[in-house]
């Protein structure tokens, strides 16, 4: 191809590579340099069938970095297992039905702001555009301008502005207006209402300063001059801007029409390679492709490029939400050789590698000779398989996408920025009753919650539960020590009282030791003499809970609570006593102690008892917390022990009714890259590591069955592809515009998860709404402040933002300070109808003139914004409320097919609405209205086949939906198939033994 480097496949011989015996080969190598950016292995490789037996084709996806996209190539394999990147005939799709949505500007406002960049001083711009056809409108006098293409500097003056000048095709180059012969402006018309390729080359020669500018229409060259000194130079100013010319201030001379199919690159195309390529599509990587818009987002605000600059580009002037995509007719076809998408994930990174799978569908058909029913092998898709994160999610999720086939081995169409619909789990309509207390959470299921329940939420209350039924042990065990010490200190109570209320006790006095020899006895109460006895030198005997206290002159005292087998030691004489105390304080004493410790264990034993209720009480709840948790896991058991299928939804028909469907995965957490398997039972098994090292398994039904409706007894309407979601359909049949034709209305209705996350969007608006009204009132109330005296004195005139007018005739002449808010920008004037040149203020002037220089006579002010934090916070709102209207756009948008003057004869109706009839048959541009942007429905309907079993019947008036289906429509969907009751598969080191442990779960 002329459009690629010769490098751009290198073949490359390794002569150190081994087989599985270690035996050396030499492996032959290419490397595809058409695939950049790519890190990490984060690829896949698949081989395609085709319709020509011998005939394959390589696809290949691979996550560009740079981007955060993902690059689908695919390439014809040559005969010898290579990359044949210019293709063969046998399989090239040389028709016009590649283009899928354009984007219709109103010519009033609309318009596309690409940004700054710089195509260099040698570029080339293409376009495809259809000028809206104004034939039947009164003629003007005066042709007004229309810019396709345009770029103005700081002070609002053309650099370069492309587009219909008047009547004819023309450029304003650095105020050089182009063509500049009546000749060659004699070129093409605006006024072509069709679509028609526009092009246009800049080359400029350094050695004679020349620059040759020349247009093509319909690869046709149209017009060229060579102009002196003539370079695109400092292109610093305002963006580039599609559809518009913008001065800073205003836009102008907006394009009327539709646009698709937009490149610029940063090199001069040779009218050769234009000719060569502007009817198909380009893979985006080409040599000096600097921009490529391929228009094919059908939803939105935004384009984006599809080369590896990125360079992105806004919708503006239209109502958010109600951006007017429309399909697209541009006459567009696939290149032969290397074909390339670039896809995203709208509000979703790429956070793994791809997995990707061929399958076949299968379909139960009648065969062998029972005729019975039997499942085949039907149409071949792609299934494709990678982990994407959004800001708000705190793990990975894996998104799927299932692509169908083309018979030239190619994929179906898809979205430039997908968005996901959550393949979740819908909860069980009893789960009050499984789930009492309800459950939190958005995005509950059933096996989430049976994780939580089996590893979390049931282990935690069984271990709460035995630490409650613990400390309920101890409890009981320090009650019954307690109640035992009281026993025995009662005991010992009465004891001491019995002794305190006996009054024969007391102490003996013995003369000899080891109580023998004479004896006196003193009982408790005696306080008196010695009666004459020489007490010391014996023994003394004391009875329980008695107190002998001798005293002897001097201060002596000795007191003695034990009984002495020796009073006094053997070296020394005895302190000659005088007198004896004998009384029960040591009784008295041990007895207010053993009264004190009973008060003591009292007490405790009344906290232990609290301690004791207590924990029966928490041991009692928990418990019945743990069986009501144990009996929600034995439900939800129950429940998963039938299989759920969760369905894939339908996210994209390409214009030749090839389907995409997808989805993400909110069940399928994981940290790791996702493998796709055909499985034995026919499915696939999508194998993904889960977030605590589990091996998890998921599988997805390739079974397919179509939804059936008898709309009468004539007529059967079969679902155009499984997953179309014809339940949700609703068909209605009226009368036409004669007798024998009829109206056909088929339209679709929002699923139940699309009408979750639209009241999700709605709460999300309601509340951008009011911060918006909070926002803008703090906004308006910015003011500024005319004072007729310096340093802000004197008189005052108080302005608010968005004031603009005459100045109060007391203040004119007068003005000499003015105080600002921030944010605020002031502009006087001296004439009253601001056409004088303005005097800026941008911050506070405590004196606006000189002395000798009188400050001038203002009669006019407006007050106006800056650019701040808050201005800037409002821009954000606004900028989060238009993706909120171009998302519930979406999901609100009822797809809808409006047939006229369809004939009622049963066979000629199916015809048309299967896409059969001829164009003198039936006029499907006129006759079909279809708000499916990128759907072509000239390849029938969106929504139905139609099987016609009365050939001369006459079709009549009715009105049906998907509810009276008579074949529900289960295939393509994910469902839970493990081997066994497997669930996880737990690869981990155990902390406490560090024993290495696999465990089928």
């Not at 400029?204 to 060259?221: E, L, M, P």
Request: include cysteine.
């Amino acid at each position: 191809s002329m459009l690629y480097e010769p490098d751009k496949v290198d073949y490359h011989v390794y002569a150190h590579a081994k087989d599985m015996d270690e035996m050396p080969f030499f492996e032959p190598t290419q490397e595809l340099d058409f695939i950049r950016n790519l890190q990490g292995g984060h690829f896949s490789v698949l081989q395609l069938p085709t319709q020509i037996a011998d005939i394959k084709r390589w696809q290949i996806f691979a996550h560009n970095s740079q981007t955060d996209r993902i690059d689908s190539f695919n390439i014809e394999r040559s005969q010898d297992g290579w990359f044949n990147i210019r293709g063969s005939a046998l399989t090239a799709n040389s028709g016009s039905n590649f283009s899928e949505s354009a984007l219709q500007l109103d010519g009033v406002d609309d318009y596309i702001n690409l940004g700054e960049f710089s195509p260099g001083e040698n570029f080339t711009i293409e376009m495809w555009v259809n000028p809206r056809d104004k034939s039947e409108e009164a003629p003007l006098e005066v042709i007004p301008n229309q810019m396709l293409l345009s770029k103005t500097n700081s002070e609002g003056e053309d650099i370069f502005s492309f587009g219909y000048y008047a009547d004819f095709l023309g450029l304003n180059f650095r105020g050089k207006q182009l063509p500049t012969t009546a000749a060659q402006q004699e070129n093409v018309s605006q006024a072509i209402a069709d679509w028609h390729h526009l092009a246009i080359t800049v080359e400029h020669h350094h050695a004679d300063n020349i620059s040759q500018i020349t247009t093509y229409h319909n690869g046709v060259k149209a017009w060229s001059e060579e102009l002196p000194d003539m370079v695109m130079g400092d292109i610093s100013g305002y963006g580039w801007q599609l559809g518009r010319k913008f001065n800073g201030k205003k836009g102008s001379d907006y394009f009327d029409g539709s646009l698709d199919e937009v490149r610029i690159w940063n090199r001069r195309l040779s009218e050769e390679e234009i000719q060569a390529n502007f009817n198909h599509r380009l893979v985006g990587n080409e040599l000096g492709l600097l921009i490529y818009y391929r228009f094919d987002e059908g939803i939105g605000i935004n384009l984006y490029d599809q080369t590896d600059n990125a360079i992105d580009a806004t919708i503006g002037g239209m109502n958010p939400g109600l951006e007017t995509w429309i399909a697209s007719a541009a006459p567009l076809g696939e290149s032969r050789g290397i074909s390339r998408t670039s896809f995203g994930f709208k509000h979703r990174t790429i956070e793994s590698g791809l997995s990707a799978l061929l399958y076949f569908q299968q379909e139960d058909v009648i065969t062998g000779n029972d005729s019975t029913l039997k499942p085949t092998k039907q149409d071949a898709r792609v299934m494709l398989a990678v982990a994407t994160k959004s800001e708000d999610d705190q793990h990975n999720h894996i998104a799927v996408l299932d692509f169908a086939l083309t018979k030239n081995g190619k994929l179906a169409q898809i979205l430039d920025n997908i968005p996901l619909e959550k393949i979740k789990e819908q909860l069980p309509a009893n789960l009050l009753e499984i789930f009492p207390e309800g459950v939190e959470g958005e995005d509950v299921n059933l096996i989430n919650v049976t994780t939580n329940l089996e590893r979390e939420t049931i282990p935690r209350l069984e271990s709460e539960l035995a630490k409650l039924l613990a400390e309920h042990q101890t409890v009981k065990e320090k009650i019954r020590a307690n109640e035992r010490e009281t026993k025995n200190r009662q005991r010992r109570q009465v004891q001491l009282e019995r002794q305190q209320a006996n009054s024969t006790v007391g102490a003996t006095f013995y003369s000899g030791l080891k109580f023998q020899g004479e004896s006196f006895r003193f009982t408790q109460g005696y306080n008196g003499g010695v009666n004459g006895l020489s007490i010391g030198r014996g023994s003394l005997e004391i009875d329980s809970g008695v107190r002998v206290t001798l005293y002897a002159p001097g201060g002596i005292i000795h007191p003695y609570t034990e009984s002495r087998k020796r009073l006094w030691g053997t070296s020394s004489s005895p302190p000659p006593y005088n007198r004896i105390v004998v009384n029960l304080q040591a009784l008295v004493n041990e007895l207010n102690q053993v009264n004190r410790r009973l008060n003591q264990l009292a007490a405790q034993l009344r906290e232990l008892e609290a301690q004791r209720l207590s924990l029966e009480v928490q041991i009692m709840s928990k418990g019945t917390e743990l069986e009501m948790k144990r009996g929600q896991l034995g439900e939800i058991r129950k429940l998963l022990t039938n299989e759920k299928s969760l369905p894939m939804p339908l996210i994209h028909l390409d214009p030749m009714g090839m389907s995409v469907f997808g989805g993400l995965l909110q069940f399928a957490e994981t940290k790791d890259n996702p493998q796709l398997f055909e499985s034995a039972t026919g499915k696939i098994a999508l194998y993904f590591r889960g977030m605590e090292d589990e091996f998890l398994a998921t599988y997805y039904n390739t079974h397919t069955s179509r939804g059936q409706l008898q709309l009468n007894p004539q007529l059967l309407l079969i679902a155009r592809a499984p997953g179309t979601q014809l339940g949700s359909t609703r068909i209605t049949i009226s009368d036409g515009s004669g007798a024998d034709t009829c109206t056909v209305q088929l339209q679709s209705v929002p699923s139940m998860g699309v009408a979750v996350r639209i009241s999700e969007l709605e709460e999300e608006k309601a509340e951008l709404f009011l911060q918006r009204e909070q926002l803008n009132e703090r906004i308006s109330q910015r003011s500024v402040e005319l004072f007729t005296g310096s340093f802000f004195q004197g008189e005052s005139l108080s302005l608010t933002t968005g004031y603009q007018g005459a100045i109060d005739t007391q203040f004119i002449g007068k003005i000499q300070s003015i105080r600002l808010e921030q944010g605020v920008k002031v502009m006087l004037y001296e004439g009253e109808e601001f056409t004088d040149t303005a005097i800026p203020y941008l911050q506070s002037q405590r004196h606006l003139g000189e002395t000798s220089v009188p400050v001038p006579t203002y009669r006019s002010v407006k007050v106006e914004l800056t650019a701040d934090a808050m201005t800037e916070k409002a821009m954000v709102i606004e900028r989060q409320i238009a993706q909120i209207y171009a998302e519930l756009n979406r999901l609100q948008l009822r797809i809808t097919e409006i047939w006229a003057d369809v004939p009622r004869n049963g066979e000629q109706f199916a015809l048309v609405l299967n896409g059969q009839a001829t164009e003198e048959e039936y006029n499907y541009t006129d006759n079909v209205e279809s708000n499916r942007a990128a759907y072509n429905i000239q390849h029938g309907s969106f929504f139905v086949k139609v099987i016609n079993s009365v050939p001369n019947g006459i079709v009549k008036n009715t009105q049906a939906n998907g509810e009276q289906l008579q074949n529900s429509d289960s295939s393509l969907s994910w469902i839970a198939d493990p081997p066994g009751n497997t669930i996880a598969f737990i690869n981990r080191t155990d902390e406490q033994t560090g024993i290495y442990r696999k465990i089928w779960v």
